[in-house]
């Protein structure tokens, strides 16, 4: 696959990363998960509802800060980051997906797309050109001036997904961003993310759909804040996997036998439960 | 994040919200409209007056009384006799001095042409014939007997036909007598529009106010002097000459209350301590309707507020996107800064135009007061920059997981 282009160098990397919040009692969101996502490689987290995952992802995203551990983006520790540079690096390196698509809704789709670039000092291109492009790859060259509420579900996210794409970056982070579509319209989306991937980007999808989680090469699997095993799909993602109909909707993962400590540096805290 | 990009995203918020940053901004354009209409008022006023004076101006001076009122603003005038027949003797006997023509009031009750009488409204002071020495007369001359009056021209246009030269009016006094008069002369208004319409008539014989002098004679005594110097060049060291002698000898020194003051002031000062009072007052109207302009920042603020509660979610998208904590800041502050500048052209705009009917109506000539203009501008800007500060200040620290979890 394209996901192997890049393949040796880390994208992204968590050690021992918890994230403690300090309500009534100290709630552990996310609690001891070392990660390692390789460049190019294509990742899906996947977890029942408190899981921990969309923290996670603000985790990798720089939305959100550690209280425990260190994360690496690609090879720079962030732990030390200010706000304003963890906000750059937000703005060039990462680009987001949400399920709620989170575009301004004042603004055109073009305007929408270039929205990271106006956070930039250094804005000498075309950003009207830029966002046409992108808007043409997810295929909405004919919706440039459209604001959000003249967009369907699906336009809504592929323009997002262009939002994300702006600033080329090398890490995408999508959280469920199917989730408020239809069947038809997931499917049009995950095809432009594994095109993306393809292209050598790294993404890093949440969900907890199974039939979204099996576009990835890796499916990580969450419980309660901790890892709870990591499942390769490796280059199988057109081939039945065993035990697919046994994983539906649940985060255990019963058919990580094969893969479960082949290639993957998180294994530290993954293995407990890989044997059925 | 640039200053264009900045201006261009609030101003779709702005214009997204149009009655909403229609009525934030009416705050501060009453505000800053109410000043200007009182400074173009202000202007007008003094500029009406001024001009008149200064059109005729003349080398003479006033000698009068004056108080400060206690725990009052600004000065009154005394109108107690204090000037006596010695004074003015002496005081023409000094250097650069031509004439020393004293004026007094009359109690005069009631005045009549042939056909109408007029009760009040006209004022007739007593004076001599040296004090027209300088006054542009319309028509005819000084007076020159007992039976003569000169007016002005706002007493000859207050009859229903006006009064000319070679008339008779017929001045009723306080105490029941007449007498008759014949005009000899009209004499310009000394302020213009707004000079009331008076009636001159020699002291010799209708003015009989007297007084005890320290001497301890019985004299005549005036509320005032009008002084005439030989010409402009000597205005300055008669002044000089007058004051000295009215400080150091003269009667109305020792007459006057203890906390009277004797004013020698010529035409120059005058205007100027006129212009003076003019300022402070229009100064102090000013920073009454300043107060507008609090309550209108305290709007923009509120308004800026609601704003960043509102658009919570889009400043999570914002920073997820890469926006820093300044470039949230600055959105905001730029928000509330064009409203500021919004609130001050407007207010600019119908300050001027309310000025601009009021000086109409009261035909008195338009203002511009630039540097009030330049100054509302500025502070529309400072109203924004304060009001908007502490909003900015709050959607800048907006956490973004919090807000984009929002609906």
């Not at chain 2, 042409?113 to 004022?123: F, H, L, R, Y």
């Not at chain 2, 213009?192 to 005549?220: A, L, N, S």
Request: proline share 4%; charged share 25%.
């Amino acid at each position: 696959m394209g996901s192997n282009a890049r393949k040796g160098s880390t994208a992204v990397a968590l050690e021992d990363v918890g994230r403690t919040y300090q309500l009534a009692e100290p709630v552990h969101a996310v609690d001891g998960v070392s990660l390692e996502l390789e460049n190019g490689s294509f990742t899906a987290v996947m977890g029942p509802s408190g899981s921990g995952k969309s923290t996670l992802m603000n985790l990798i995203g720089c939305l959100d800060t550690p209280t425990a551990g260190g994360i690496e983006i690609g090879g720079n520790p962030v732990a030390n980051l200010s706000n304003a540079e963890r906000a750059r690096l937000r703005g060039t390196e990462i680009g987001f997906v949400f399920q709620t698509f989170n575009l301004m809704p004042r603004l055109t789709a073009a305007e929408n797309v270039s929205l990271p670039l106006v956070f930039h000092d250094d804005v000498d291109q075309d950003r009207r050109e830029r966002a046409r492009e992108l808007l043409e790859r997810v295929g909405l060259g004919d919706r440039l001036d459209h604001v959000p509420s003249e967009l369907s579900g699906g336009q809504r996210q592929r323009v997002a997904l262009a939002r994300a794409l702006v600033n080329e970056p090398t890490l995408v982070l999508a959280d469920e961003p199917t989730g408020n579509l239809d069947t038809d319209t997931e499917a049009e989306i995950m095809d432009l993310l594994v095109e993306l991937n393809e292209a050598g980007t790294t993404l890093l999808v949440v969900t907890h759909e199974r039939t979204v989680a099996e576009y990835a090469d890796h499916v990580v699997h969450l419980l309660d804040g901790h890892l709870e095993d990591i499942e390769h799909l490796g280059s199988a993602r057109d081939v039945t996997v065993p035990g697919d109909a046994i994983d539906e909707g649940t985060s255990e993962s019963g058919d990580a036998s094969e893969s479960s400590d082949a290639s993957e540096p998180g294994d530290a805290s993954t293995g407990t439960e890989s044997a059925p | 994040m640039n200053l264009r990009e900045s201006l261009r995203i609030s101003w779709r918020s702005i214009t997204s919200h149009k009655l909403r940053s229609t009525l934030t901004t009416i705050g501060v354009i009453i505000g800053i409209a109410a000043v200007i209409t009182f400074m173009v008022l202000g202007s007008g006023f003094s500029a009406s007056i001024i001009g008149d004076i200064e059109a005729d101006q003349e080398p003479v001076m006033i000698v009068q009384t004056q108080t400060e009122p206690e725990g009052g603003v600004g000065i009154v005038p005394v109108e107690t006799p204090i000037y006596t027949e010695s004074d003015i003797e002496a005081l023409e006997g000094q250097e650069g001095v031509s004439f020393v023509a004293p004026e007094g009031s009359l109690d005069v009750v009631q005045t009549a042409t042939d056909d109408e009488q007029i009760t009040g409204v006209v004022s007739t002071e007593a004076t001599t014939a040296d004090s027209f020495e300088h006054s542009t007369f319309v028509d005819g001359e000084p007076f020159g007997g007992e039976d003569e009056a000169v007016i002005n021209e706002p007493a000859s246009q207050v009859f229903e036909e006006n009064v000319s030269t070679g008339d008779e009016l017929t001045l009723t006094f306080e105490d029941g007598e007449t007498a008759t008069v014949t005009v000899s002369g009209v004499v310009e208004a000394d302020f213009g529009e707004q000079t009331p319409p008076q009636v001159f008539v020699p002291t010799d014989p209708y003015y009989t106010t007297t007084i005890e002098t320290p001497d301890g004679d019985e004299e005549r005594a005036y509320p005032m002097l009008v002084v005439g110097a030989e010409s402009f060049e000597t205005v300055d060291p008669a002044q000089a000459a007058v004051v000295d002698y009215i400080e150091a000898e003269s009667h109305a020194a020792e007459l006057k209350g203890d906390d009277d003051e004797i004013q020698v002031q010529t035409v120059e000062d005058a205007i100027e301590q006129f212009t003076d009072i003019v300022d402070q007052l229009t100064l102090f109207i000013g920073a009454v309707a300043a107060i507008a302009l609090v309550v209108g920042s305290i709007g923009i603020a509120n308004i800026m507020i609601v704003s960043v509660t509102e658009r919570t979610r889009e400043i999570g998208i914002m920073k997820a996107v890469g926006a820093r904590r300044r470039d949230i800041m600055q959105l905001f502050l730029v928000e509330s800064v064009v409203l500021g500048i919004i609130g001050a052209i407007g207010g600019v705009a119908l300050g001027l135009g309310a000025g601009y009917l009021g000086v109409r109506a009261l035909e008195w000539p338009m203002a511009y007061p630039v540097d009030w203009i330049v100054l509302a501008i500025a502070v529309g800007i400072g109203v924004g920059i304060v009001s908007g500060l502490y909003p900015a200040w709050r959607g800048a620290k907006v956490d973004p997981i919090e807000a984009l979890r929002r609906e």
